[in-house]
T-cell receptor, first 112, second 114 residues
Framework: SQKIEQNSEALNIQEGKTATLTCNYT??????LQWYRQDPGRGPVFLLLIRENEKEKRKERLKVTFDTTLKQSLFHITASQPADSATYLCAPSLGGYSTLTFGKGTMLLVSP | GAGVSQSPSNKVTEKGKDVELRCDPISGHTALYWYRQSLGQGLEFLIYFQGNSAPDKSGLPSDRFSAERTGGSVSTLTIQRTQQEDSAVYLC????????????FGSGTRLTVV
């Protein structure tokens, strides 16, 4: 069955450093992969989408990579800030009108 | 509206009662999704509406759960004869449809069954 793995342990980093979060998937050939941010008590917020034929996508301090051979996406936040503290979810998509399946997310804690 | 609106934000109900949860999607979004999130768990897909097509109900956990979408806009998720294991945050999202578009989520309805 399709499986999405994100590190369940929280990632603690210091302000100003680069945070790197990992999303691995198995039994999947997604056409797209989306990343979301979720704050406590709120719904997830869409951040970025990367297509299978794109190796890398950037948006401000965010960078996403997509390696279809390794079946992995990496999500980077450069120059991290305490306001970046949240849970980050990855969601591979098969494309078309298929629904998203979300990973359980990794909590990021950025300390001043 | 500017975002996806869900009501109520919190609902406490007694075991065995029926509940209705409402979702107002973004105007013009053809796709509407319901997910639920239990404490410390990931998002679990429930049901998906796309335009006038028959909904994808493959995620509904039992026949106590049903949903409808009227006029291609507002959706209601109904849970009959609630059980304690139904306690969770129920999230609604809408999108322009298809995997290339991100979902816009509401803030959810926190359901507690006592």
């Amino acid at each position: 069955s399709q499986k999405i793995e994100q590190n369940s342990e929280a990632l603690n980093i210091q302000e100003g450093k680069t945070a790197t979060l990992t999303c691995n998937y198995t039994n999947y050939s997604p056409a797209y992969l989306q990343w979301y941010r979720q704050d406590p008590g709120r719904g997830p917020v869409f951040l970025l989408l990367i297509r299978e034929n794109e190796k890398e996508k950037r948006k401000e301090r965010l960078k996403v990579t997509f390696d279809t051979t390794l079946k992995q996406s990496l999500f980077h936040i450069t120059a991290s800030q305490p306001a970046d503290s949240a849970t980050y979810l990855c969601a591979p998509s098969l494309g078309g009108y298929s629904t998203l399946t979300f990973g359980k997310g990794t909590m990021l804690l950025v300390s001043p | 509206g500017a975002g996806v609106s869900q009501s109520p934000s919190n609902k406490v109900t007694e075991k065995g009662k029926d509940v209705e949860l409402r979702c107002d999607p973004i105007s013009g979004h053809t796709a509407l999704y319901w997910y639920r999130q239990s404490l410390g768990q990931g998002l679990e897909f429930l049901i998906y509406f796309q335009g006038n097509s028959a909904p994808d109900k493959s995620g509904l956990p039992s026949d106590r759960f049903s949903a409808e979408r009227t006029g291609g806009s507002v959706s209601t998720l109904t849970i009959q004869r609630t059980q304690q294991e139904d306690s969770a945050v129920y999230l609604c999202a809408s999108s322009l449809g298809g995997g290339v578009y991100g979902y816009t989520f509401g803030s959810g309805t926190r359901l507690t069954v006592v």
